[in-house]
């Protein structure tokens, strides 16, 4: 097994800068594959470094070496038969000793595993007991008294409770829009009050037919007319629509993306319920014609609130995924007396509760790199929003898998998928991330 100075040594060369550089040596940076093995991988590597050993030692050792065992394999895939012969590539000695050695990880991984696996009804068991969730007639108030910090608690209860309300496109999405607008904030900040005590509901249209939030994809069109502006094109996956009295529309005038206010009972309105896999998340098409709108912020400024917005928002979604593998884990808790083959429990238990180390810590750390105005505060969202998805995805799993087939399962694996699928999935979520480091 390496010394631990090798294994320091390895994570210390485990960065974006240093791994896109090695895959740029070897003209693979184009392939589409590899660079979605890449985000995987960074995303494992945070959340192994930001995982605190103090809560579940042997679970951030196993998170570490398993990450490490993937980036042996990644570097090995990058480097082909350069790996093999020694044809001058400068990274190659770096990184030598541990590509050719991916079994020196998984054994480390599969001891660590072990104790993992030993303890791990206990961890679950523990973790749900000492839970303690916000009932949904105290969320709006968490928002208010403790800003992004309270929605993260209450947007965890919402996950936990697979609630239906519109509490996360109404604050999730548009309040939380409102609050990052550019600019004249004077009709943002009042209607963000507004929805903050209640006396309105918004809802947040940006994506269409892709379903992707990038501003170069934005097609819904704003023209600046005798009266103010008006509004025409369609916006698809909005959740939170019905019965929305706002919608805050993302639409393309001459001076590029925008942010714009419609009243949802103008002319020129129509909202459609889309149907949905997941009927806890309803999502609705809003096709806009001629619509009557007021320009919110800065014109020309709602590229900048999107990338912006995007990050609060898969941060707040990053607090649902963790109460989601939460709910996974009090159901197996709950049943497990129930399920005959113990040692499957307890392995299925155990990938669970490193999940739940992993994406708790991601989302920790996006929280707190935002509340610190942090330059990798958008990297780290977008992290979250990578490493939360998957992990949510595999603890319903779990759960659906053992304990399933039943309504509260497949209501449980529905939620993690809606939620994974639900900015562009990984196709786009991946790249997100890559773009966030420059890369």
């Known amino acids: 097994m390496n010394s631990p ?7 210390e060369l485990l960065t974006s800068d240093t791994l896109s550089a090695l895959m740029r040596s070897t003209w693979t940076w184009d392939d589409r594959a590899l660079r979605r093995d890449l985000a995987i991988l960074l995303v494992d590597i945070d959340a192994a470094r930001s995982a605190s050993s103090d809560e579940d ?5 196993t998170l570490r070496a398993r990450a490490h065992s993937s980036a042996a394999r ?17 990274l190659r000695p770096h990184f030598l000793n541990e590509a050719i050695d991916p079994a020196r990880f998984d054994r480390a991984a599969a001891a660590s595993f072990a104790d993992v696996r030993a303890h791990a009804s206990q961890y679950v068991a523990d973790q749900t007991r000492e839970l303690d969730y916000p009932a949904e007639s105290t969320w709006m108030n968490l928002v208010a008294q403790d800003g992004v910090q309270g929605l993260g608690a209450a947007m965890r209860g919402y996950g936990n409770a697979l609630s239906a309300s519109p509490f996360y496109g109404n604050i999730g999405l548009a309040w939380q829009t409102l609050r990052a607008v550019i600019g004249d904030r004077t009709a943002a900040d009042d209607y963000a009050d507004r929805i903050a005590n209640g006396s309105i ?3 947040l249209a940006v994506a269409e037919q892709t379903g992707s939030w990038d501003p170069a994809m934005v097609k819904t069109r704003a023209t600046n007319v005798e009266n103010g502006w008006q509004i ?4 698809q996956f909005v959740p939170a629509a019905e019965g929305a009295d706002v919608y805050f ?9 925008s942010l714009f206010a419609v009243d949802g009972s103008a ?3 129509t909202v459609t319920p889309l149907e949905v896999a997941d009927p806890s998340r309803p999502l609705a098409q809003i096709e806009f014609s001629d619509a009557p709108a007021t320009l919110l912020g800065t014109e020309g400024a709602g590229g900048r609130l999107m990338l912006r917005v995007i990050d609060l928002a898969t941060t707040a979604l990053a607090a649902e995924q963790v109460g989601l593998i939460e709910k996974a884990m009090s159901m197996l808790v709950a049943h497990s007396k129930d399920l005959v083959d113990a040692p499957a429990l307890e392995s299925r238990l155990a990938g669970v509760a490193l999940d739940h180390v992993a994406a708790a810590a991601l989302w920790r750390r996006a929280l707190a790199e935002d509340a610190a105005g942090s330059p990798d505060a958008s990297t780290a969202a977008a992290a979250a929003h990578v490493g939360c998805s998957a992990a ?29 699928l639900l900015f562009g999935g990984p196709a786009l979520s991946h790249e997100r991330l890559l773009e966030r480091l420059g890369l």
């Open 267 to 269: 002319p020129g309105v």
């Open 74 to 90: 990644f570097v090995a895939a990058v480097l082909g038969p350069k790996l093999i012969a020694d044809t001058g590539n400068q």
């Open 392 to 420: 949510a995805v595999r603890a319903a799993t779990a759960a659906a898998e053992l304990l399933g087939p039943d309504e509260a399962t497949e209501a449980l694996l529905l939620r993690a998928l809606s939620g994974s």
């Open 57 to 61: 030692p042997t679970a951030v050792d």
């Open 5 to 11: 100075t090798a294994q320091i040594a390895f994570d």
């Open 201 to 203: 509901k918004g809802a």
């Open 232 to 235: 025409t094109g369609i916006k």
């Open 249 to 257: 529309v993302i639409a393309r005038s001459t001076a590029g993306p």
